[in-house]
């Protein structure tokens, strides 16, 4: 499991990474590979649920 911590760093933050959901797939996807995830569950919400199936598809040897 993985907790995270809230606060937030607005240099973090590229309107142009994020103007679409793919930035956010992409993020998914690059801590999966920090984490050396592979058959990791994702569970979201709405949105947060489209983000993951945008992840699963830029990433399917991680599923």
Do not use: N, Q
Request: hydrophobic letters at 50%.
């Amino acid at each position: 499991m993985i907790r995270w911590t809230f606060g937030s760093d607005l240099s973090a933050f590229h309107e142009g990474r994020y103007s679409s959901l793919d930035g956010y797939a992409d993020d998914v996807v690059e801590v999966c590979a920090a984490l050396d995830l592979k058959g990791a569950v994702f569970v979201g919400h709405s949105v947060s649920a489209m983000v993951g199936v945008l992840a699963a598809a830029k990433a399917p040897d991680r599923a």
